[in-house]
């Protein structure tokens, strides 16, 4: 969520995937020491058994060594454009050269020993190898599956996802959160009455999985009503003179006719992800749309935890819809998220040390709290 931390109770969990661990690696490790226990089990001779392991793995090697050629011919044509006129990248680009050379002149130099004086010629070995491997590319199995691609971009940062939600930070998160607090503190001055809880005075970013994004939250969902604008923040941005940044402030009904207030909007970039899945020449499917949205939230949360100067500011709520019709689906997810940091407010104010009062209190000891106003005001505001 925002700096609270996630609790396994919060649907949330259920819905954004958390980053992935090393199982992978360690299954490797564990399938591999499986595959040598078996094998120094079953008890063969040393040089066949040699002779069979180099044999594989030379292969493997060969098809690595052709995969490579392959691409090579196709990246000559870009020397220039992609690799600067330099040979060397486009060596480095289609063959792991830091260790391949290296392994596959061990690997060779091995593989000719031991196959030294088994009646068959070594043309045959490599020309079989070489023939194995390029059917292996020419049906397509060398390519990664779904998951690798996935950890990779993932890994990467190269995701659509990771650079929208830098971009949406850096370009406008990273300017208006630090102000948020000084906007509601202003509109509190002038309306004290309607952000009771201190927990709400933060922007609550919505980040719809399905990236439907409204215009307008009032036709969204009738219990949303559009009350007034913070105060605006205007800043001399990348060219445009007085650029003006701000926030609405809308008044939420729930099933007992009571009003909760707060400021909200959508994550707008999650527009561009709908609007990549809607247009034939980005090739983004729906499946794609809603795996970079999850990954859109999960990088954004990340990205808010590590700035100091976003804290207490703002509160991310991810929801997927349902798939049937729902007309108070909205509010409801706002004011689930709403009633948990009134709790937490709670849960703060009953932490703090009670106050002990003495039996007989003097004059100097009892502190009169007077209002500036004629109506009557709470003696503590922050903890209703």
């Not at 009169?368 to 109506?375: C, F, R």
Request: hydrophobic share 40%; aromatic share 8%; proline share 4%.
């Amino acid at each position: 969520m925002s700096q609270e931390s996630w609790r396994p109770s919060d649907p949330t969990t259920l819905l954004i995937p958390k980053a992935r661990g090393g199982r992978a690696q360690q299954a490797l490790y564990l399938l591999l020491a499986l595959c040598a226990t078996a094998l120094y089990l079953a008890r063969e001779p040393l040089a066949p058994t040699a002779r069979s392991f180099t044999s594989h793995f030379v292969a493997l090697q060969i098809g690595v060594l052709l995969k490579g050629t392959c691409y090579l011919a196709e990246e000559i044509f870009h020397l220039q454009s992609r690799h600067h006129g330099s040979f060397w990248r486009v060596l480095s680009a289609c063959f792991p050269l830091r260790w391949y050379m290296p392994m596959l002149l061990a690997s060779g130099s091995a593989y000719v020993a031991l196959l030294y004086g088994d009646g068959q010629p070594l043309s045959l070995h490599l020309s079989l190898a070489s023939l194995c491997q390029l059917l292996i590319l020419a049906l397509g199995l060398h390519k990664p599956s779904a998951v690798e691609m996935s950890e990779m971009s993932e890994r990467s940062k190269q995701n659509v996802a990771h650079g929208l939600a830098w971009s949406y930070y850096i370009g406008y998160l990273k300017i208006v959160l630090p102000r948020v607090k000084k906007s509601m503190e202003e509109f509190i001055r002038a309306n004290p009455n309607v952000l009771a809880c201190r927990e709400t005075w933060k922007l609550h970013i919505l980040v719809p999985l399905s990236c439907d994004v409204y215009d307008d939250l009032e036709k969204a969902d009738s219990n949303i009503q559009y009350l007034t604008d913070l105060t605006e923040t205007t800043l001399t941005r990348a060219g445009t003179k007085k650029r003006v940044y701000k926030h609405s402030l809308y008044a939420i009904r729930d099933e007992d006719n009571k009003l909760w207030h707060c400021a909200v909007e959508f994550a707008t970039p999650l527009q561009s992800l709908y609007a990549m899945s809607q247009d034939e020449c980005a090739a983004f499917s729906r499946e794609d749309r809603l795996e970079q949205a999850k990954l859109f939230y999960r990088t954004l949360e990340e990205i808010l935890k590590g700035s100091k100067e976003c804290t207490g500011t703002y509160r991310l709520i991810a929801y997927e819809e349902s798939g049937e019709a729902e007309t108070h689906f909205l509010s409801r997810e706002m004011l689930r998220h709403l009633r948990q940091q009134r709790h937490e407010e709670y849960a703060v104010c009953e932490g703090s040390q009670p106050h002990n009062p003495s039996t007989t209190l003097s004059s100097t000891e009892l502190n009169l709290q007077i209002s500036q106003s004629d109506l009557p005001q709470p003696l503590r505001s922050d903890c209703l």
